[in-house]
């Protein structure tokens, strides 16, 4: 931004020739457009101008001026009046002082700009690659994280099953001691049966 400022600066610094720039009014009603212009037809000087009226596409001269300074500006703005006294809403365009620049200020001024856009992309980079590198981080970190609770949830899979396995050994001990037990009381039975 500091390099186009200052080519900038010297580009105005350097040139001598300055023009009015035409003035331009938009007026809106609803969806209609008017424009009034103040254009300036013999550049850089304010005089001869002229009014100009565009309705619906189609372009009117309303007023010119070649030896009275502020006629044109005048007209427009009284017309300008009459059409927000009617409904109308008006914005003004410009009223600014362009500058014509030398071939040789123009490739300055495009240099310039050229070294600040390529300035501002290359930051963009940057600031792309950075977030590039905070996200993979965070996809590491978050890919860490259901690692351990893989790793957490195997384990306790792990723990259960070696829980079932010890009640089913002990069931079966448990089932084996039953047994023991029917064969002593049918034993039992017989020998008092036998006797």
Same mark, same amino acid.
């Given at each position: 931004?500091?390099?186009?400022?200052?080519?900038?600066?010297?580009?105005?610094?350097?040139?001598?020739?300055?023009?009015?720039?035409?003035?331009?009014?938009? %007026?809106?009603?609803?969806?209609?457009?008017?424009?009034?212009?103040?254009?300036?037809?013999?550049?850089?000087?304010?005089?001869? %101008?002229?009014?100009?009226?565009?309705?619906?596409?189609?372009?009117?001269?309303?007023?010119?001026?070649?030896?009275?300074?502020?006629? %044109?500006?005048?007209?427009?703005?009284?017309?300008?009046?009459?059409?927000?006294?009617?409904?109308?809403?008006?914005?003004?365009?410009?009223?600014?002082?362009?500058?014509?620049?030398?071939?040789?200020?123009?490739?300055?001024?495009?240099?310039?700009?050229?070294?600040?856009?390529?300035?501002?992309?290359?930051?963009?980079?940057?600031?792309?690659?950075?977030?590039?590198?905070?996200?993979?981080?965070?996809?590491?970190?978050?890919?860490?994280?259901?690692?351990?609770?893989?790793?957490?949830?195997?384990?306790?899979?792990?723990?259960?099953?070696?829980?079932?396995?010890?009640?089913?050994?002990?069931?079966?001990?448990?089932?084996?001691?039953?047994?023991?037990?029917?064969?002593?009381?049918?034993?039992?039975?017989?020998?008092?049966?036998?006797?």
């Amino acid at each position: 931004m500091k390099k186009l400022m200052i080519a900038m600066a010297s580009v105005l610094a350097a040139s001598h020739a300055y023009a009015a720039e035409n003035i331009k009014y938009v %007026c809106q009603f609803d969806n209609a457009e008017r424009i009034i212009e103040v254009r300036y037809t013999n550049s850089p000087d304010a005089l001869p %101008c002229e009014v100009n009226y565009s309705k619906n596409g189609q372009d009117e001269v309303l007023w010119r001026a070649s030896n009275t300074p502020g006629y %044109c500006e005048s007209k427009a703005a009284d017309l300008v009046e009459k059409q927000k006294a009617w409904g109308w809403d008006c914005t003004k365009l410009s009223e600014t002082a362009s500058v014509n620049l030398s071939e040789g200020a123009t490739e300055a001024v495009e240099a310039a700009v050229d070294a600040e856009l390529a300035d501002q992309q290359q930051a963009s980079q940057g600031n792309l690659d950075a977030q590039v590198e905070e996200a993979k981080a965070a996809v590491d970190a978050e890919a860490q994280v259901l690692n351990e609770l893989s790793e957490q949830g195997k384990a306790e899979l792990d723990a259960q099953s070696q829980a079932v396995e010890v009640q089913a050994e002990e069931v079966q001990v448990d089932g084996q001691a039953v047994e023991a037990q029917v064969e002593e009381v049918v034993e039992s039975t017989a020998d008092s049966a036998a006797q």
